[in-house]
């Protein structure tokens, strides 16, 4: 089997133009997967589609198929977004095989997320397999790549510190940032617009550090409520909203808005009556909901956005190094395994190929002795039969037992052509 | 003997800045205690130097002199950086405070040292005008590295700067809060101070007969002080939290009261009678 992943994320792009090719909404998955499936038919796939990531996994039984190449996968995300190919040219990765099986499981352990250990990454990853199985993009490959990556994160979760501390991106930002801007939270009001999982750590931690005061805005009104009694807060209509950009000491926006919908004049607008008035706005949304010049109207406000967020994510994994040596460790063994499973199923198809063509043969020969040796009783026939089927078995053995070891080496796909050829195999 | 102990104070206090300044640009963990020695090293030699001149004038610090004044005045500065720097390890503060510290210190050796005769006759009016001063301008001084302080984290929040970022500072919140306390701490210690001076003149005509409200210095230092006080009534009617614009309002107001004052006091070496207590070199 291949496997592939084409990504981009915080490290090769902008949040300006991950934003333009995010999956935000089921319309946009939608698409994607059909275009995809247009584009790359015979292939598995699953896109993973996050605030600071877009990752695009294929597999294929077909070895005859190659990769799909970068630029090919460019070209496909342009008919997607609409958007202008040559912007993405250098923006994105691919890794195949065994180095995509590593990325997988170093995404889905958060070794490769702007905050080291954060455990959103693995609920997102899972989310997004769960939505390919709905488009029916998955097949037996990629369902054991994901699975395989979930047990691995769960594993490192739980024999590593990585998850200690301030692990959520949220928290990270409102931490460093807000603590910047405010000695004390307790007198401060804050607004959340948007009730997604973002929202909701954001939530926990300002819960955790003292908020007393805050409102959750959401199109979706039963969300905000719901959202708003988990942590204590309030919630009020949608249409309040540009009240609260005026009165909210701190903002958080995480809703999955196709773009920047919180322009400056309407934030502008907000705080015309006080503009003295000091605002951290942290936009944590992928696409952004604040334009990029609000943080320009005026002194007093803050804003920040995901990218702003790297370098006070590098202290968090300096201060990690022992734990993700050992996390990478286990991502190791845990890829190698896999891979070697992976390979031993690309092996089967051609075991029982084989096995099926020696029988055949075996049966044959067994059909023609029969007819010549009519005369002899039922059990010495029986005795006969089994005596060809040990042998064969006997004659198999040797093969198959090369075949899955040298499944498990890296030179295997060479090994089994030979095979084919020697035996007359096809797939 | 006391050229050796200027030598001694203002050499610990300027190692001591620059082990600061490398402190910013590579934080080697044995650079704090050893600035910190360097800082504790001076403030004993400050200390030491400041008790044998009282000893030698059979006078306070405080009072002898404006020479005296201003050393005092340095040594409170010094040991308010000190119990900061306890407090806050990680952050080199010594980068704003050392520099106005070796100010001051320099800013003394301009002035006579020997006592004012004056002093003597009435000694506890002028202590009190005297210490009132001395941390009515140790808050002034505060409130200005405070709002610079608060300018730095502005700047860095707002742009990024990488190098800044270094500079771990307290939040805008809390700097503008003791910006605030400062100005609020300084401006009736310095109404006492002005208070007592103008008291201290009024009814003793006969020992201080130059002294006159009219007289440039005794007018300069009364705009400056009605100036900060302006300040401090525009800080107690706006909301705290009004951040940049209240920083740099008090660094204006707060630098020209410190620029008038020691400007004044200079300038007085050449005009007015040394008979008067500002009376200069």
Known sequence: MKVSVTYCNHETTSVSLREKIAFASDDDFARGYEIIRSQFPNHECVIVSTCNRIEFYLATDQQEITCPSVDDFVKTISLIHDVSPEDYQTAFRQQCDD????????????????????????????????????????????????????????????????????????????????????????????????????????????????????????????????????????????????????????????????????????????????????????????????????????????????????????????????????????????????????????AAPVIANLRTRWEQIGKSEYDRLTSKLSHLPAEDLKQVEIAVDRIINKLLHTPIEAIRKQSLEESHESFVDTLKRLFHLTD | MWHVSMVCIISSYAVSLLLETMRLLRNATWMYPLSLLMTAAGLLAHTIYLASRSSQVSLPPLVASSYDWFLVLAWVMVVGYVSISLVYRKTPYGILFLPLILLLVSVSLLFQSSPQPVVRDFRVLTMVHTASLV????????????????????????????????????????????????????????????????????????????????????????????????????????????????????????????????????????NVSSNNWHGGS
Not at chain 1, 245 to 266: N, V
Not at chain 2, 148 to 164: D, E, I, K, P, W
Not at chain 2, 221 to 237: C, D, K
Request: glycine share 8%; hydrophobic share 45%; proline share 2%.
């Open chain 2, 135 to 270: 941390f009515a301008f140790a808050g002034v001084l505060s409130a200005i590295v405070l709002a610079v302080m608060y300018l730095l984290q502005h700047y860095r929040l707002r742009s990024g700067n990488a190098f800044l970022k270094r500079f771990h500072l307290p939040s805008l919140e809390q700097l503008s809060r003791w910006n605030r306390g400062a100005v609020i701490i300084a401006v009736p210690l310095l109404t006492v101070g002005v208070g007592s001076g103008i008291l201290l003149g009024l009814r003793h005509p006969e020992k201080l007969p130059h002294f006159s409200l009219f007289d440039p210095l005794i007018a300069g230092y009364l705009i400056s002080f009605a100036i900060m006080l302006g300040l401090f009534i525009r800080l107690l009617t706006t909301p705290s939290g009004t951040g940049k614009h209240m920083a740099w309002m008090t660094i204006w107001v707060c630098g020209f009261l410190l620029l008038s004052v020691v400007g004044l006091q200079i300038l007085s070496g050449a």
């Open chain 1, 99 to 346: 180095h995509c099986l590593l990325h997988l499981f170093e995404v889905a352990s958060s070794l490769d997320s702007m905050v080291l250990g954060e455990d959103q990454i693995v609920h997102q990853v899972k989310a997004s397999y769960l939505k390919a199985q709905n488009y029916m993009a998955v097949g037996t490959g990629l369902h054991h790549l994901f699975q395989s990556a979930l047990n691995v994160a769960s594993t490192v979760r739980k024999k590593t510190r990585l998850s200690e501390g301030k692990t959520s991106i949220a928290s990270v930002a409102v931490g460093e940032f807000g603590r910047s801007i405010f000695a004390d939270y307790t007198d401060k009001q804050v607004l959340v617009i948007g009730a997604g999982e973002m929202a909701e750590e954001a939530l926990n931690y300002l819960r955790d550090a003292g908020v007393r005061n805050t409102i959750v805005i959401n199109r979706t009104y039963e969300k905000a409520i719901k959202l708003a009694e988990t942590f204590g807060g309030t919630t009020a209509p949608f249409e309040d909203l540009d009240k609260y950009l005026a009165s909210a000491d701190i903002i958080i926006a995480a809703t999955g808005a196709p773009s920047a919908w919180l322009t400056a004049e309407r934030v502008s607008l907000a705080r015309k009556a006080n503009r003295t008035k000091t605002q951290f706005i942290l936009d944590l949304g992928a696409p952004r909901d604040f334009a990029d010049d609000v943080g320009r109207l005026d002194d007093n406000l803050f804003l920040y956005n995901i990218d702003d967020l790297e370098e006070v994510c590098q202290k968090n994994r300096e201060l990690r190094v022992k734990e993700v040596a050992k996390a990478r460790k286990m991502i190791e063994d845990a890829a190698a395994k896999c891979l070697a499973q992976l390979r031993q199923r690309n």
